[in-house]
């Protein structure tokens, strides 16, 4: 996983701590057409510009919990700690919770009420500065492994709620009233979204998944028959001497965003017909659900000892201009011995071992293989993500070693005629740095495109889409019904909210679980508090349990 979220997760407690205060409620009081300013109102709109609007003169702030956080014991601690700061003193403070059928409109249940302190904290006495503390039970409305969505409101508003990561927002920013359209969620219609990550085995948390399995299986007879329609290379030797002959780029990391494996990476180029062709072969290390550091150390070794050869498989991509002729992009596998093999397992179930299409996956997600013809259509080669791997702390294999040459690797990705999200993120990683032409250029693992730039969208991009979706959603096209499904802004993404929740949280058909489509990727989703920032920007219609 790559998520670089901050999420915190000291806002529960245990089971033996007493109440402060209690709910003042029968179990079946609900609050209809979501009270105050929300009137029932549809999933929060794109807000305008950098910033939120300001607070009106009376208003409160929710300091914790926020948006992101997590827990990941749920037997252990069952008690949501509400705190944070109004204007007003004695004003009584409401906490509700989303419940069945979790429907924004009409299913905000009053959990607990208590009020403001008497006493000022200190500060600007035009700030929020009467405390208030409810320690509330949410163990009746908090799926085990799911989401809990809260919403707290006093004198008839919703307070502003905050990201997990508001501190780093906020430094510097005194006024509360300054903090909250600086650095306040927009989405008050969901309210304060948190993420249980208390989930069962590994081996259970997806039983519904189908891993790689988006483009259909084929017969290794079909695999065959394509490699001799594409004139494979027989041996790894021969796929380098023939496709990976000029600006030959090297580098090795672990790959922690799809697969979750070791590889030593070479990409270089190769005259073809009237243009420039680009070659990869990438071997492969460690096992899948193994360990991070011995596959890690392993393609090291396999690096430092010039083996190129992996412990399990290597895997090889060619481009051949232009890339809208069948077979423009190729792929082939070869195994430990460094020979054509026609199955490749990539998760620990086995599950799509087909080539070329559990590749087309993620290589052209909109790619597809007729075994009919033996030809691949719009596959894509992919960019080099730093956030996406994680590397060693050996002289010569740190990321800072490495960096010009995964600069230089994304700008070979540039020469593979990639669709405009590749292009984009290619050339917004390098952007602050002179660009991806440019010798030292660095990439920013925190870029955001200017289509998620706005506040609460880019916090899910960050959280959701960077580490779990932009791989291989950059490589739609534009154009056609495949566009929608590039994420390269967030009107877009919200435009297909009813069917990302089915295919992620589950929509009870066979597809239940179906992205992220590969097994690391799933299973650091579910650890991660990305679906606690889905939840707060989608109309997430459950809980999202595994």
Known sequence: MASKSRARTGILLGLGTSLLLWASCTPGDVLVGGGGDDDGAPPDPEPDGPTLPPPPPEFGVVTAPRTGDTIDDQGAAARVVVEGLHTAAGAEVEVLALVAPYDRATSWRVIATGVTGA?????????????????????????????????????????????????????????????????GSPFTSAGIVLASTDLPRDDQVALDARYLDDKGRVTPSDTAAYYQAIDAPATVAEFRAR?????????????????????????????????????????????????????LNAAIRGSQNGGSSGEFATVAMVYRPPVTAPNAVQFVVYGADETLVTEAVLDTHGDNASIPNNCLNCHGSHGEFDAATRSVRNARFLPFDPAAFAFADVPGF?????????????????????????????????????????????????????????????????????????????????????????????????????????????????????????????????????????????????????
């Open 398 to 546: 740190r990321r800072s070693d490495q960096e010009d040459a995964l600069r230089r690797l994304n700008a070979l990705i540039l020469r593979t005629e990639p669709p405009p999200g590749i292009v984009e993120l290619v050339q917004g990683m390098y952007a602050g740095t002179g660009g991806v032409a440019a010798a030292g250029a660095v990439a920013d693992v925190d870029f955001v495109p200017p289509g998620w730039a706005s506040p609460g969208r880019r916090e899910a991009y960050r959280e959701v889409v960077a580490p779990f979706c932009r791989s291989c959603h950059a490589s739609r096209e534009v154009g056609g019904a495949s566009e929608m499904y590039d994420f390269t802004d967030s009107v877009r993404f919200s435009s297909i909210a009813f069917g990302i929740a089915a295919t992620v949280c589950g929509g009870g058909t066979e597809d239940v679980h179906r992205m992220p489509n590969a097994e690391a990727a799933q299973l650091a989703f579910w650890r991660s508090p990305a679906r606690a920032y889905l939840g707060a920007m989608i109309d997430l219609r459950g809980p999202c349990t595994p």
């Open 243 to 295: 496709y990976v002959i000029d600006d030959r780029v090297d580098t090795t990391y672990y790959n922690v965003g799809d697969l979750g494996i070791g590889r030593e990476m070479h990409c270089g180029t190769f005259p073809s017909g009237g243009g420039t062709g680009v070659g990869c072969y990438v071997a492969n290390y460690g096992t899948f659900g193994g360990s991070r550091a011995q596959a």
């Open 119 to 183: 006493a000022a904290e200190p500060g600007d006495p035009d700030e929020p500065r009467y405390p208030f503390r409810l320690e509330v039970d949410a163990s009746a409305v908090w799926p085990r492994a799911g989401l809990l969505s809260l919403r707290v409101r006093a004198g008839g508003r919703d307070l502003a709620g905050f990201f997990a990561e508001a501190e780093a927002c906020w430094e510097g920013v005194a006024s509360w009233r300054e903090r909250v359209p600086r650095c």
